[in-house]
């Protein structure tokens, strides 16, 4: 009897430890490709968190990554990430082109481009995706340009990095 307790007490605490618990993360790679004169840049968020956001904007509901969803979900995506990220390239901000993205299992990736960048001196990177909705949200930012890496993790706090070459 004792043995089964403890048992269940043993099986029981991870999968509530597990299922209180969540992570709140998403991930841009932003590379500069000198030859190109673009940074090419990848950013990557879970599908329910985006959605979540999404439909608590537009009162609406979307279906991401599904048969249902909208024709016009890339002008939700991009009208999003235009009012929450933001580069800036030597003191100044940068327009990004929206390339398309892609559904990767429970991940939407989306690809961007800023063209017609000679050289880079500085990159200021602000991420304030998801912030509002999830309170552990953290934004990850992983930058090579110049031969540099470099890894930044935003939070509500800090949601801006700076690399200066």
């Given at each position: 009897?004792?043995?089964?307790?403890?048992?269940?007490?043993?099986?029981?605490?991870?999968?509530?430890?597990?299922?209180?618990?969540?992570?709140?993360?998403?991930?841009?790679?932003?590379?500069?490709?000198?030859?190109?004169?673009?940074?090419?840049?990848?950013?990557?968020?879970?599908?329910?968190?985006?959605?979540?956001?999404?439909?608590?904007?537009?009162?609406?509901?979307?279906?991401?990554?599904?048969?249902?969803?909208t024709d016009s979900i890339d002008n939700y995506f991009k009208n999003y990430l235009n009012q929450h990220f933001k580069i800036n390239i030597n003191n100044?901000?940068?327009?990004?082109?929206?390339?398309?993205?892609?559904?990767?299992?429970?991940?939407?990736?989306?690809?961007?481009?800023?063209?017609?960048?000679?050289?880079?001196?500085?990159?200021?990177?602000?991420?304030?995706?998801?912030?509002?909705?999830?309170?552990?949200?953290?934004?990850?930012?992983?930058?090579?340009?110049?031969?540099?890496?470099?890894?930044?993790?935003?939070?509500?706090?800090?949601?801006?990095?700076?690399?200066?070459?």
């Amino acid at each position: 009897m004792k043995f089964s307790k403890y048992f269940i007490l043993l099986l029981t605490i991870p999968l509530l430890a597990f299922s209180l618990h969540k992570y709140y993360i998403s991930l841009c790679e932003i590379e500069y490709v000198e030859e190109q004169q673009s940074v090419q840049i990848t950013l990557g968020m879970f599908i329910n968190d985006i959605e979540f956001t999404l439909n608590k904007d537009s009162n609406t509901k979307l279906n991401i990554a599904t048969k249902e969803e909208t024709d016009s979900i890339d002008n939700y995506f991009k009208n999003y990430l235009n009012q929450h990220f933001k580069i800036n390239i030597n003191n100044k901000l940068q327009t990004f082109n929206y390339i398309g993205k892609k559904y990767d299992d429970d991940i939407v990736r989306f690809y961007l481009e800023i063209t017609n960048i000679k050289d880079i001196k500085s990159i200021e990177v602000s991420n304030t995706s998801l912030f509002r909705d999830f309170d552990n949200q953290q934004n990850l930012i992983k930058i090579h340009a110049n031969n540099i890496h470099k890894t930044f993790y935003l939070t509500r706090k800090n949601d801006k990095g700076l690399l200066k070459f």
